[in-house]
Every structure is written in structure tokens, then in C-alpha cells.
């Protein structure tokens, strides 16, 4: 998926990541090492009533000039728009765990609300330069953004929809709809852009207290958008994790979230209806190869039996017994469910982690009550998703803080903190981040092992990973994390975008020297495990506009437009040819270092930090360059977190007995790791599900047909 504005904001706030399509710039919420989601034609808005009731209200001149950006009842930027004699100037900023964007737009409105010039400058959350334009004159749309230019000609009426706007274009293209008959729009550079109202909501209390419209905008994202609107005038944009809003309205806030939390569930409801498959008898899966993690080789051809959540049994390639549902597995593959080890669980990466064939994900941070909830979902049957292994985020109060699980201000605090997570009883973990005082560190840690918590995370700013080793950690977050002490100065903070752009001085760092032999010793010696992400360091460092970025490579095609071009973006700011060479050779440093680790002995975790699915295929793609084959790291990927996470005897492999989690892939993944991205089915605690229809739910592209399924005639 391409890194959209939603997913960009929001996780990218953090080093985490996720990969999504065109919309406007918005705050991440998730973590950590660097940090998306998609955007199609075919996404589909909550349904909602006649809309003719909604459009009467405040005119644009009542319209406010300043809008408040909120992460989790925290303010972290604002929204500022002045009008024009011919359309609006607007200001957007905003910072959230040390980062975030900040751009300047001109809009130039004409026939109908309909942009015919829009410049915006400054800079992506990563410090990507911005300078996009756009020109619409007698019939022909001229825009350049990071893809280089382009131009089309333009008879009828569209919308531009930027590659790096603001939240504020939501309102310029909202205003332009409501002149159409159908709200509808073609979107420029392609596909199309529709709103359905809601409903009435009230916000406000006293003197303040008005009515607004909720709005559903598609075509942006992989799922919709919701905005609200008075009339013609904007209020605010909604999500579950984050929230703009009128000035003046911040007391709102958490109710509001709530609000696009219900929008969204009921959409999903809605998919896992249509997707979700629970035959209500014995299935099997016939004529297959089963993937064995503990020789690491497919065995011969078999059946597998599922009885409920179950696997019943394995059986000859063409054993049958009466009343089952027979799925054909035309001489392919049943390998069992991934776990992505680093993850930041929303509902959209629920649904596409199981397409994906990752039936666990283990939980980084996030907002506690928000994956709460999605959990319970998950657990009840009522959505689908993986299982979700939890961590217990603890971060130090400070102007960078990423506001996110638990801040806390002083050591009792932070101690505090680990036995509210124990107390819970639903987490496995704490998970410590970089605004944390590393001299509270050893208590958090005692705290931990009192409890039977692990204890992982970043480097604490002004430490360093053997201090952080030494104090107790189990498990290392992040390979730059690791790597940074190696070549920074104790001064400098890693709490802003440095502890991203100091990779670039990686590449004459000799990897046989003393302090990064020191530090591989003391992981080895103290059993320290490390959580690389890989496929977020690539995509950091060897992103560049113009240029597809390589971890896309082998999906990118089948999603929509809009993430084909935000997946030609670069993430850094690549100013000079010396700039080019020292982040690719800091990626080639960051390939050899988690080599040396793995020749070493320690243990690697594979985790994306970019929302799983498609990029966690491309996270166990990338450690073949370490040296692993490709049966390795299915059964590493597979059994060897299941074991991880202590759960090895119930999943991790298909065996008679063991909970039903596993997929279909039509190859052979052991003689070629592509094949694993290429998924038929997917049973997840027995229940089926098929990527050709989930995917178009999405605006993605099926990637292969569903088997051929036999229901029993009685």
C-alpha cells in the first residue's frame, strides 16, 4: 500500500509506518521506528439518508479561520485558513512524537467550487520536501508532484485531488460535490470522489451549542473519510484515534471519535458479512501440500480436516466422509499463519492481515481503549482479524511524547504504569519509548519481572542500547535504535527525526569495531532478542521520488492510482547525490548488521511497523539477504513465533489437534518465498475466508481466484 496521508500521519508520527493512498495530511497515531493505508475507486461510504435535509446551515463566510488537531484528547497542531478574492490560503501543522508535516497551500477556486490552481510547499512528516502544483486552463489539468509532471486533457468536470494536501481540501471538494446532482465527481489524476451524509450532530454546549452534518467522503482511502460540515462552512474531521476541529469544540473531542469509531464499525460489520465464511460443518482441504515447520519442507500430497476452530485431522490427498465442505487445493500449499511481531491493530489491518495469511499480530502500541474494543470484536466472532498480542506502551511526558497507552512524569509514574498493564491481565508486555528517563528504566524493569511482564522498547533518548541491555531488556525495538549509539553524540535527541536521519551516517561505521562488537557480546550474552523491521528501513532509505519504491515492487500494481502514486514518493529528504549514497549504504549497513546478529546467535523477530499484510510478505522477503531460505523463515515466521509468544503448542503449525490457522498458496513457497504472496484462502480459528472478495471491498486488484469449493448435497 501506498504511504497515505491518514496511515502517513498517524504512524508515521512514530517510526512506525503504514502504506495507504492520497488523502490529506493527518496525525498518526500508532509508534514508532519510522511508520501505512490505501485508497480506491471502490471504497465504500456508510450508507446514509436523502442528504437534501443536511446541506441548509452556515454560510462560508461564517466559516471558522482556525481548526485544533487533537491526537487522543491531546492538542499537537492546527488548521488555519484565510479566504481569498479567488479561493483560500491555508496553513497545516502539526507534531506528534517528535515529528509531522508542515505545508502551506493556495487554493485558486473557478467554475463551481472547482479548483483550477493549487500550489503546496514545505514538508512531508519525514522532511520530504514539498512543491506541488497544479493548473487547469482551456481544458487541460497540468500537475507536478513527486511523480515528476503530468497533464491530461479535461472536458468534463473533476477535482484534483493532491498528493499532499491538507485535511482542508476535504472541505474545498465537500463544497464542490454538493453542486453535483449525485456528489459525485472524477477525481484528477484518476478514479472518482463521492460524500453521503450521515447524520445530524450535535456539538457544543451553552451558547456554543449548534448542529452539524456528518459526512462520509470515498475515494481517498481505502475506506471512507468522515468530515463534519455546517452548511457550506467546515467543523472538523473525525477518525477514531485523532480528531480536527473547530476551535473552540476540543471538549467534543473524545465523543467525536467515538462517533467515526461506530461509522467505521458498521462498515466493517458490514464487510465481514459478506466475506466471512462459517460453514457450520467439518471442512477440508483437499490435495495439498502442507507446509511442516519442523523438518522445514512440504510433505507429500494430503488432506487437512477442520472440525470447528480445530484441525481434526490429516489424511490422504483424496479421503472424503460425508457432509463436509470440500475446499480444493489443486496441489498447493497450506502453510501456516504468519505472525507480524510488530504491529499498531486497526480494523482495516485486521481485515488485510487476514488476506494476507498473518493470523497473529503482535501489538506495539496503541490506543488501549480503541484495541479493546477491536479485540473483544475479534474474539467474539463478530470481525475479522488476527489474534492480537498485547503491549503495554509506556512513554515519558515531553514536548515529543508520541500520545499514545500510558505517559507518565516521574518514576513512580512510570512503575505505576507497569502494574496497571499487569493488573489487566490482556497484556504480555511493556513496550518503553523514547521520551522515557532511562535512569527509571532498571524499576520498570524489577516492576516487570515482579509481574511475569517482558519488557522491550526503544533506546530512551540520551541512552544508549547497552545501558538499555544491561537495565533488563528482553528484546530490542528497532535496528536504528540499536545502531544509532554507534554514531551519535550523547547529547544529541533522539526524540525528533534525528534518530531517523542519522542513519545517513552509518556507512564508514566499521562493523568489527569495539562499541558495535560490544554490543552484539552483551545481547548474545544476556539472551537479548532484536525486532529489526526491515521493510520500514528500506522503505525510509532507499524510497526516492520518481522512483517506485522497491518494497512495493510486486503488489503495487493491484492497488489503486492514488497508492501506485504516493508508493513513488521518498520519505527522506534526498538533497544531493551524497544524500543518495549515504542512505542506501546505511541500508546495506543496517542488511549487515542484522546479519552479524543472526550469525551471532540472536534472536530475530520479524515485524513490519507498516500495518503487516502486504509489507509483512516483504518483511520475510528481505532476511533471504541475510542468508535464510525460504523454508527457514516460513517455519521462523510461523512456528518460531508462535513459540515466542508461548502459544507453540496450540498454533504455529498444522497438526492434528492445533487451532485452525493456515493459508493457500497455489506454488510452492519453498522453492520460490514470491509464491507466499500470493494467497488463495485463509482459515483463521476455522473460519474461511477468500482474498478475492476482500479485496475489492478495498479497491485492491485480487491477486489470485478463489479454490473451487464443494458444499455436501445433504
Same mark, same amino acid.
Given at each position: 500500500? =501506498?504511504?497515505?496521508? +491518514?496511515?502517513?500521519?498517524?504512524?508515521?508520527?512514530?517510526?512506525?509506518?503504514?502504506?495507504?493512498?492520497?488523502a490529506?495530511?493527518?496525525?498518526?497515531?500508532?509508534?514508532?521506528?519510522?511508520?501505512p493505508?490505501? =485508497?480506491?475507486p471502490?471504497?465504500?461510504?456508510?450508507?446514509?439518508?436523502?442528504?437534501?435535509?443536511?446541506?441548509?446551515?452556515?454560510?462560508?463566510?461564517?466559516?471558522?479561520?482556525?481548526?485544533?488537531?487533537?491526537?487522543?484528547?491531546?492538542?499537537?497542531?492546527? $488548521?488555519?485558513?484565510?479566504?481569498?478574492?479567488?479561493?483560500?490560503?491555508?496553513?497545516?501543522?502539526?507534531?506528534?512524537?517528535?515529528?509531522?508535516?508542515?505545508?502551506?497551500?493556495?487554493?485558486?477556486?473557478?467554475?463551481?467550487?472547482?479548483?483550477?490552481?493549487?500550489?503546496?510547499?514545505?514538508?512531508?512528516?519525514?522532511?520530504?520536501?514539498?512543491?506541488?502544483?497544479?493548473?487547469?486552463?482551456?481544458?487541460?489539468?497540468? +500537475?507536478?508532484?513527486?511523480?515528476?509532471?503530468?497533464?491530461?486533457?479535461?472536458?468534463?468536470?473533476?477535482?484534483?485531488?493532491?498528493?499532499?494536501?491538507?485535511?482542508?481540501?476535504?472541505? /474545498? $471538494?465537500?463544497?464542490?460535490?454538493?453542486?453535483?446532482?449525485?456528489?459525485?465527481?472524477?477525481?484528477?489524476?484518476?478514479?472518482?470522489?463521492?460524500?453521503?451524509?450521515?447524520?445530524?450532530? @450535535?456539538?457544543?454546549?451553552?451558547?456554543?451549542?449548534?448542529?452539524?452534518?456528518?459526512?462520509?467522503?470515498?475515494?481517498?482511502?481505502?475506506?471512507?473519510?468522515?468530515?463534519?460540515?455546517?452548511?457550506?462552512?467546515?467543523?472538523?474531521?473525525? @477518525?477514531?484515534?485523532?480528531?480536527?476541529?473547530?476551535?473552540?469544540?476540543?471538549?467534543?473531542?473524545?465523543? $467525536?471519535?467515538?462517533? *467515526?469509531?461506530?461509522?467505521?464499525?458498521?462498515?466493517?460489520?458490514?464487510?465481514?458479512?459478506?466475506?466471512?465464511?462459517?460453514?457450520?460443518?467439518?471442512?477440508?482441504?483437499?490435495?495439498?501440500?502442507?507446509?511442516?515447520?519442523?523438518?522445514?519442507?512440504?510433505?507429500?500430497?494430503?488432506?487437512?480436516?477442520?472440525?470447528?476452530?480445530?484441525?481434526?485431522?490429516?489424511?490422504?490427498?483424496?479421503?472424503?466422509?460425508?457432509?463436509?465442505?470440500?475446499?480444493?487445493?489443486?496441489?498447493?500449499t497450506?502453510?501456516?499463519?504468519?505472525?507480524?511481531m510488530?504491529?499498531h491493530?486497526?480494523?482495516?489491518?485486521?481485515?488485510?492481515?487476514?488476506?494476507?495469511?498473518?493470523?497473529?499480530?503482535r501489538?506495539?502500541?496503541?490506543?488501549?481503549?480503541?484495541?479493546?474494543?477491536?479485540?473483544?470484536?475479534?474474539?467474539?466472532?463478530?470481525?475479522?482479524?488476527?489474534? /492480537?498480542?498485547? @503491549?503495554g506502551?509506556?512513554?515519558?511526558?515531553?514536548?515529543?511524547?508520541?500520545?499514545?497507552?500510558?505517559?507518565?512524569e516521574?518514576?513512580?509514574?512510570?512503575?505505576?504504569?507497569?502494574?496497571?498493564?499487569?493488573?489487566?491481565?490482556?497484556?504480555?508486555?511493556?513496550?518503553?519509548?523514547?521520551?522515557?528517563n532511562?535512569?527509571?528504566?532498571?524499576?520498570?524493569?524489577?516492576?516487570?519481572?515482579?509481574?511475569?511482564?517482558?519488557?522491550?522498547?526503544?533506546?530512551?533518548?540520551?541512552?544508549?542500547?547497552?545501558?538499555?541491555?544491561?537495565?533488563?531488556?528482553?528484546?530490542?525495538?528497532?535496528?536504528?535504535?540499536?545502531? $544509532?549509539?554507534?554514531?551519535?553524540?550523547?547529547?544529541?535527541?533522539?526524540?525528533?527525526?534525528?534518530r531517523?536521519?542519522?542513519?545517513?551516517?552509518?556507512?564508514?561505521?566499521?562493523?568489527?569495531? *569495539?562499541?558495535?562488537?560490544?554490543?552484539? @557480546?552483551a545481547?548474545?550474552?544476556?539472551?537479548?532478542?532484536?525486532?529489526p523491521?526491515l521493510?520500514?528501513?528500506? *522503505?525510509?532509505?532507499?524510497?526516492?521520488?520518481?522512483?517506485?519504491?522497491?518494497?512495493?515492487?510486486?503488489?503495487?500494481?493491484?492497488?489503486?492510482?492514488?497508492?501506485?502514486?504516493?508508493?513513488?514518493?521518498?520519505?527522506?529528504?534526498?538533497?544531493?547525490?551524497?544524500?543518495?549514497?549515504?542512505?542506501?549504504?546505511?541500508?546495506?549497513?543496517?542488511?549487515?548488521?542484522?546479519?552479524?546478529?543472526?550469525?551471532?546467535?540472536?534472536?530475530?523477530?520479524?515485524?513490519?511497523?507498516?500495518?503487516?499484510?502486504?509489507?509483512?510478505?516483504?518483511?520475510?522477503?528481505?532476511?533471504?539477504q541475510?542468508?535464510?531460505?525460504?523454508?527457514?523463515?516460513?517455519?521462523?515466521?510461523?512456528?518460531?513465533?508462535?513459540?515466542?509468544?508461548?502459544?507453540?503448542?496450540e498454533?504455529?503449525?498444522?497438526?492434528?489437534?492445533?487451532?485452525?490457522?493456515?493459508?493457500?498458496?497455489?506454488?510452492?513457497?519453498?522453492?520460490?518465498?514470491?509464491?507466499?504472496?500470493?494467497?488463495?484462502?485463509?482459515?483463521a480459528?476455522?473460519?474461511?475466508?477468500?482474498?478475492?472478495?476482500?479485496?475489492?471491498?478495498?479497491?485492491?486488484?485480487?491477486?489470485?481466484? =478463489?479454490?473451487?469449493?464443494?458444499?455436501?448435497?445433504?
Amino acid at each position: 500500500m =501506498a504511504q497515505s496521508y +491518514w496511515g502517513r500521519l498517524i504512524l508515521a508520527a512514530g517510526m512506525g509506518v503504514v502504506m495507504t493512498a492520497c488523502a490529506p495530511h493527518t496525525p498518526d497515531t500508532t509508534d514508532d521506528s519510522i511508520n501505512p493505508d490505501t =485508497a480506491g475507486p471502490t471504497d465504500t461510504a456508510v450508507a446514509g439518508p436523502d442528504v437534501s435535509a443536511f446541506l441548509q446551515g452556515r454560510s462560508l463566510d461564517e466559516e471558522a479561520s482556525r481548526f485544533t488537531v487533537m491526537v487522543g484528547g491531546t492538542e499537537i497542531g492546527a $488548521l488555519e485558513v484565510e479566504r481569498s478574492e479567488t479561493g483560500y490560503v491555508v496553513d497545516f501543522e502539526f507534531r506528534n512524537n517528535g515529528r509531522g508535516p508542515t505545508l502551506d497551500e493556495t487554493i485558486e477556486l473557478g467554475e463551481a467550487g472547482r479548483p483550477v490552481a493549487w500550489r503546496i510547499t514545505g514538508n512531508t512528516t519525514f522532511g520530504n520536501p514539498v512543491d506541488e502544483r497544479f493548473e487547469y486552463i482551456d481544458d487541460e489539468a497540468r +500537475w507536478t508532484d513527486t511523480t515528476g509532471s503530468h497533464e491530461a486533457a479535461i472536458t468534463d468536470p473533476a477535482f484534483y485531488v493532491p498528493q499532499e494536501g491538507s485535511p482542508y481540501m476535504m472541505a /474545498v $471538494l465537500a463544497r464542490a460535490l454538493m453542486q453535483t446532482d449525485d456528489l459525485m465527481l472524477p477525481a484528477i489524476p484518476n478514479g472518482e470522489v463521492r460524500i453521503e451524509a450521515l447524520e445530524r450532530v @450535535s456539538v457544543g454546549e451553552g451558547e456554543t451549542a449548534r448542529e452539524v452534518t456528518a459526512w462520509a467522503l470515498s475515494g481517498l482511502s481505502l475506506n471512507p473519510s468522515y468530515f463534519l460540515m455546517d452548511g457550506q462552512a467546515f467543523f472538523g474531521v473525525i @477518525s477514531p484515534g485523532f480528531a480536527i476541529l473547530e476551535a473552540g469544540y476540543e471538549a467534543d473531542d473524545e465523543r $467525536l471519535r467515538g462517533l *467515526a469509531a461506530d461509522y467505521a464499525a458498521n462498515r466493517y460489520n458490514e464487510i465481514f458479512g459478506r466475506v466471512s465464511h462459517d460453514y457450520g460443518r467439518p471442512v477440508r482441504i483437499s490435495n495439498v501440500h502442507v507446509f511442516d515447520p519442523s523438518i522445514e519442507a512440504r510433505t507429500d500430497r494430503v488432506s487437512v480436516r477442520v472440525e470447528g476452530n480445530r484441525i481434526a485431522a490429516i489424511e490422504a490427498a483424496d479421503a472424503r466422509r460425508s457432509g463436509e465442505v470440500v475446499i480444493d487445493g489443486a496441489g498447493g500449499t497450506l502453510v501456516p499463519g504468519l505472525y507480524d511481531m510488530h504491529g499498531h491493530m486497526g480494523e482495516q489491518a485486521a481485515f488485510l492481515n487476514i488476506a494476507a495469511g498473518i493470523t497473529g499480530v503482535r501489538d506495539m502500541g496503541n490506543n488501549n481503549e480503541v484495541l479493546g474494543a477491536l479485540v473483544a470484536r475479534i474474539e467474539a466472532g463478530e470481525m475479522a482479524g488476527p489474534r /492480537v498480542y498485547r @503491549s503495554g506502551f509506556i512513554e515519558g511526558r515531553s514536548p515529543y511524547s508520541s500520545n499514545n497507552g500510558i505517559l507518565v512524569e516521574t518514576e513512580e509514574e512510570a512503575v505505576a504504569a507497569v502494574h496497571t498493564y499487569a493488573d489487566a491481565g490482556e497484556f504480555h508486555q511493556i513496550k518503553i519509548y523514547n521520551s522515557m528517563n532511562g535512569e527509571w528504566v532498571p524499576a520498570m524493569v524489577d516492576a516487570a519481572r515482579e509481574r511475569g511482564l517482558r519488557v522491550t522498547g526503544h533506546v530512551p533518548a540520551f541512552s544508549n542500547a547497552n545501558q538499555m541491555i544491561a537495565a533488563g531488556y528482553d528484546e530490542m525495538t528497532h535496528i536504528n535504535q540499536v545502531m $544509532l549509539g554507534w554514531v551519535l553524540e550523547p547529547e544529541e535527541d533522539t526524540r525528533t527525526l534525528l534518530r531517523l536521519t542519522a542513519l545517513r551516517r552509518l556507512p564508514p561505521l566499521d562493523l568489527d569495531s *569495539a562499541p558495535v562488537q560490544d554490543t552484539l @557480546s552483551a545481547m548474545v550474552e544476556r539472551g537479548v532478542a532484536i525486532d529489526p523491521t526491515l521493510a520500514i528501513h528500506e *522503505a525510509l532509505l532507499l524510497s526516492r521520488n520518481g522512483q517506485l519504491a522497491p518494497g512495493a515492487a510486486d503488489f503495487i500494481e493491484h492497488m489503486p492510482v492514488s497508492s501506485q502514486r504516493q508508493a513513488m514518493s521518498a520519505w527522506a529528504n534526498i538533497e544531493t547525490p551524497e544524500d543518495d549514497a549515504n542512505y542506501r549504504g546505511a541500508f546495506d549497513q543496517v542488511v549487515e548488521t542484522v546479519q552479524r546478529m543472526h550469525e551471532a546467535g540472536i534472536f530475530i523477530v520479524p515485524g513490519t511497523d507498516l500495518g503487516g499484510s502486504f509489507y509483512h510478505h516483504r518483511e520475510l522477503e528481505l532476511y533471504q539477504q541475510i542468508g535464510m531460505s525460504p523454508s527457514e523463515i516460513l517455519a521462523w515466521g510461523s512456528q518460531g513465533m508462535a513459540d515466542y509468544l508461548g502459544v507453540g503448542d496450540e498454533l504455529g503449525s498444522i497438526e492434528a489437534g492445533k487451532l485452525a490457522d493456515f493459508f493457500l498458496v497455489p506454488g510452492d513457497p519453498t522453492a520460490d518465498f514470491k509464491d507466499v504472496k500470493t494467497i488463495a484462502m485463509v482459515m483463521a480459528d476455522g473460519r474461511v475466508y477468500y482474498p478475492a472478495e476482500i479485496y475489492p471491498e478495498f479497491g485492491i486488484r485480487p491477486f489470485t481466484d =478463489a479454490p473451487a469449493v464443494s458444499l455436501p448435497q445433504n
